[in-house]
């Protein structure tokens, strides 16, 4: 089967042709110029940018492919959760050609598309494939979540963030350090160099819930230390050493939590994908302590939001029987939210 994705849940036009896991095309639109000097995304100005750059996302995908529209089997598109007037975007191409080509349509959850990102084919850049059951560590701008997989379609819920995404924390974090956005490889390159023991930035274990996240308090700590020890411009060795201990606080909670849940759910993989999950330091610090664990993070191009992974989970649940009807609309809850086992 042939199948488009379409991703446009957040500042990534994107779009991609899959065939039996195999990546055909993989094209991504990025806005930073747009958002860079707000700090962060802006919904509307986001909206703006996916409807001009949609239709050539669209042609590139399928001319790289070299795969005609008429030959499609089917079109998957994310439908939630994100920024809605993208989403909507996305959701309003998917459903015309859909309609006007008479082949499925599915909508799928934006982190079943990073699930299924470790199962993707790139001939460009080969890559262990991963194998249910597995333990995933989803971080990206928008979540950061731990799930059990025990197969396509059953996930269980070991914990998520109470506050802050992992990508929202080094976000926030880069702008503390009047760094540009996107922060995460900002201050992954500011950190190159730098000593990730300098200061000892804290790390919220949760004793209760002990899966579930909070950066909240990494965040303040970093802003009391910048107005306690003001950065001089020239001071490049201590910025390294601040933004090198701040990735180090959050890499850390990040590999530990992820391992433990591992050890937890008796599960000998482990997949690390969303756009933190691009993060050297954290693949390196997993890599160091896992042990008997494997571990899967797909290539950066395909960590980051892109249509492959849409393409794929919809070519799952398509083979599954599973349709979208023309009432498919934007929805912003994962299913399994409320879920801990
Ligand atoms: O998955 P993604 O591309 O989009 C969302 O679904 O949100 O993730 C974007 C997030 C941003 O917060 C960005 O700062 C972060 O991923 N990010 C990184 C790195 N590359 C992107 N964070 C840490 N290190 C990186 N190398
Ligand atoms: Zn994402």
Known sequence: ??????????????????????????????????????????????????????????????????????????????????????????????????????????????????????????????????????????????????????????????????????GEAFDKGARLLGLPYPGGPAIAALAQGGNPQAFRFPRARLERDRFDFSFSGLKTALRTHVLNHPLAPEDSQGRRDVAASYQEALVDVLADKALAACRAAGCQRLLVAGGVGANQRLRALLAERAGAVALFAPPVSLCTDNGAMIALAGANRLALGQRSDRSLNVRSRWPLADLRS
């Open 1 to 166: 089967m042939k199948i488009l994705g379409i991703e446009t849940s957040c500042d990534e036009t994107a779009a991609a042709v899959v065939e039996a896991g195999v990546v055909c095309s993989n094209v991504v639109q990025g806005q930073v110029e747009v958002h860079a000097v707000y700090g962060g995304v802006v919904p509307e100005l986001a909206s703006r940018a996916h409807i001009q750059n949609i239709s050539a996302v669209v042609t590139a995908a399928l001319q790289r492919a070299n795969v005609a529209a008429e030959a499609l089997d089917g079109i998957a598109v994310t439908v939630g959760p994100g920024l809605i007037g993208g989403l909507l975007v996305g959701l309003s191409v998917a459903k015309g050609m859909a309609m006007a080509l008479e082949v499925p349509l599915i909508g799928i959850h934006h982190m079943e598309g990073h699930l299924m990102s470790p199962f993707l084919q790139d001939p460009a850049q080969p890559a262990p494939l991963c194998a249910f059951p597995f333990v995933a560590l989803l971080v990206s701008g928008g979540h950061t979540m731990l799930l059990h997989a025990e197969a396509f379609g059953r996930y269980h819920l070991l914990g998520q963030t109470r506050d802050d995404a992992a």
